[in-house]
């Protein structure tokens, strides 16, 4: 028995109206499913736990489908033969966004969906395909059904762990899940006896028993009212939500620990994009006679993945998936961006595929941050294990790993590049790392202004789309010809440019009336029970083996409080404030903690005269450039620094100088 894939597009159309995207000419839009079919017995499919617990078909195969949309020149031969898998995030579509700057869309059709173009004038055929199996449909998600496991004629049943965190008053249920978009594993019982709710402050705080009698596995449904009484709600029981009746304190931290039962196979999430991308890389025609969607001109194959899927590449290539069931190379170059130091936490019983990684305050006990963090090899100071995230040079791809500010304060970025005791570790040669210096997690392209969204300070403007184009040029040139990328440029111990807390902070600017963090989000060694190696978490919450666990080191920064290393935006060459990778939780929802991956922006003082009143240490707008014309100019020359590093394209030059004209506005907070 083999594994088997079979594309039926639904629906096949014009993609912008027919437009010619330079050379490449116009592009078409594939809409579809991929279906597989896995031999759960075979080695490519060895370790995929609970895979042998799934149903099998008439044939002994396990079978699952993903929903899949591609984007492709109207003539193949017209395109650069490279196939770019996008992973999406959370079911949701980012490449065009992140490297088009266009507008977000999980229905890219028209010509303003391509945004500048830049894949397509690239010749690039763009894939997506479901990867991650807990999603429900709406908003245009994409959604891959994989099989519930099950003992024999009994479900199987564990022990999950959710969080809820509610964001304002009136909030009396959500899904056991805790995101709507997301699946909820049922509780086996739906008496709350049966089960644990807490409640604390700050995520190390002790926690709180809630009275089984204060909730209950519930939710509550709303319709028509009856002689004009108005709508009524009723409680009705449920296995897949929370209730409390009282609601749920902002800013609080609940969390349930509950027996739940039908885990679903998640694991084969690698497995779709392992025999996809080699699907329509190396084959003619699909299991079912179909002609290959691309027509079998692929040479080279590439992805990219931001944050939740940048922690995917990661593990897809830590576990092996990177060799296809025949043995031959997926991907030859792979971009995982703002991934921090995790892995996925997929391939495990009763896994939330879709929960973010550790914060200092959100999510902060889950276990997707665990040793391996780094490509190079490394010996884990607190159990003695040896091992990398790269291991098969046969295999392994070219890596160009880019991460942010915010990944060395929330994601514990510095253990990508140092050893477990945080100090600097030598990259193998198919690797380099970047830090977009003073930046944040989610950098939108298309920010229009400077907002608190609930923090302390404005959230983080930089804007670094232009990295990203840069970075695929430059890992297309070293997949073709050879030609390699610029050295990595991330913050080192060695150099002082990536140093404690404890230094920073006396680095740090002393800037008035502002609140700084108390601390990098550490990571302790923690212990999940002792299935977790075989993929079964028994112990939740688990419990902590070494409190001060992992050594967590932060960038370095300047007189100004901007990093001092890494590849620095024009935006960040050329400040009108403070950049961090940080920002805090206001008063009355964790306050002072900080808040999920939120950067911050602190403008500087735009005259002398105000700076010497607010006594603030930076030196004003003004004084660092005499009009808006000179920071413009300042941009510009930043700009093509950059360029000469090629770190940026020649055609971004311009998009920031248009950027820059009156002080930047509206991005930024300048009142002269």
């Known amino acids: 028995m083999t594994n088997t894939v079979e594309i039926r597009i639904a629906q096949r159309g014009p993609f912008a109206d027919g437009h010619a995207f330079g050379d490449a000419g116009a592009y078409e839009r594939l809409v579809g499913r991929a279906h597989f079919s896995v031999d759960p017995e075979a080695a490519a499919q060895s370790g995929i736990v609970d895979l042998d617990k ?175 009484q108005g709508i009524e709600t009723a409680v009705v029981p449920s296995d897949t939500n929370i209730h409390m009746a009282k609601g749920f304190e902002p800013g609080w931290i609940y969390e349930v ?66 060799a296809d069931a025949a043995g031959r190379k997926v991907f030859d170059g792979v971009l995982p961006h703002v991934s921090g130091g995790g892995l996925m936490w997929m391939n495990h019983r009763f896994s939330s595929v879709v929960s973010p990684a550790g914060q200092q305050y959100e999510d902060h006990w889950n276990c997707a941050d665990r040793f391996p963090f780094s490509y190079a090899e490394s010996t884990d100071h607190l159990t003695g294990k040896t091992d990398a995230i790269l291991k098969r040079p046969d295999t392994d791809p070219l890596v160009l790993h880019t991460q942010t500010a915010t990944e060395y304060w929330q994601r514990r970025g510095s253990l990508v590049h140092t050893d477990t005791q945080g100090k600097d570790l030598t990259q193998p040669d198919n690797v380099r790392v970047y830090m977009w210096a003073s930046s944040q997690h989610f950098a939108d392209p298309n920010k229009k202004s400077p907002a608190t969204g609930g923090c302390q300070n404005y959230t983080n403007v930089v804007q670094t789309s232009m990295l990203f184009r840069a970075m695929l040029d430059a ?70 083996i070494d409190a001060e666990g992992y050594a967590i080191l932060v960038p370095a920064v300047d007189a100004d409080g901007n990093d001092l290393a890494g590849v620095r935006a024009p935006m960040v060459q050329a400040p009108l404030g403070t950049y961090t990778g940080w ?40 004084e660092r450039y005499e009009d808006t014309g000179a920071y413009v100019r300042a941009i510009e020359k930043a700009a093509r620094t950059l360029v000469e590093q090629r770190l940026m394209l020649e055609e971004d030059v311009q998009r920031c100088v248009a950027a820059a004209a009156n002080w930047g506005r509206p991005l930024h907070d300048v009142k002269l």
Request: hydrophobic share 35%; charged share 25%.
């Open 54 to 228: 799934a149903p099998r078909n008439a044939e002994g195969l396990v079978v699952f489908t993903a929903d899949l949309i591609i984007l492709k020149p109207l003539d193949m031969s017209l395109g650069n033969r490279r196939l770019f898998y996008g992973y999406g995030n959370r079911g949701n579509m980012r490449e065009l966004q992140f490297f088009n700057d266009a507008p977000a869309s999980n229905d890219p059709i028209t010509l303003a969906d391509a945004g500048n173009g830049f894949l397509m004038r690239r010749g690039y055929a763009i894939v997506w395909a479901a990867w991650e199996g807990d999603l429900l449909p709406g908003d245009g998600r994409m959604i891959l059904d994989v099989p519930v496991a099950r003992d024999g004629d009994r479900p199987i049943t564990g022990l999950v762990r959710s969080e809820y965190i509610a964001n304002g008053f009136g909030i009396t249920t959500f899904p056991l899940s805790g995101k709507a978009s997301t699946r909820s594993y049922p509780s086996n019982s739906q008496d709350s006896r049966d089960a644990t709710l807490t409640r604390r402050r700050y995520a190390n705080s002790k926690r709180i028993p809630v009275a089984s009698e204060d909730w209950r596995f519930a939710r509550v449904e709303g319709g028509q009212g009856l002689d004009a």
């Open 257 to 322: 620990v509950y027996t739940a039962k039908d885990p679903r196979v998640h694991g084969l999430g690698h497995v779709v994009v392992r025999d996809l991308v080699s699907f329509l890389r190396y084959e003619t025609r699909d299991s079912a006679g179909n002609a290959n969607p691309l027509g079998g001109n692929i040479e080279k194959a590439y992805c990219w993945g931001r944050s939740q899927t940048g922690r995917c590449i990661r593990d897809f290539l830590y576990s092996g998936n990177n």
């Open 475 to 544: 890992l297309d040139a070293w997949v073709s010809d050879g030609t390699p990328p610029p050295d990595s440029r991330i913050p080192l111990g060695s150099d002082a440019t990536l140093v404690p807390y404890a230094r920073w902070r006396e680095m740090f600017p002393s800037i008035p009336g502002g609140a700084i963090p108390h601390a990098a989000n550490s990571l302790p060694l923690l212990d999940f029970g002792t299935g977790f190696d075989s993929g079964i978490l028994d112990k939740e919450p688990p419990d902590i």
């Open 583 to 622: 920002n805090l939780r206001s008063r009355g929802h964790g306050h002072g903690a900080m808040y999920m991956f939120d950067g911050s922006y602190i403008p500087f003082a735009d005259t002398a005269e105000e700076r010497e009143v607010t006594g603030d240490p930076r030196a004003s707008n003004v």
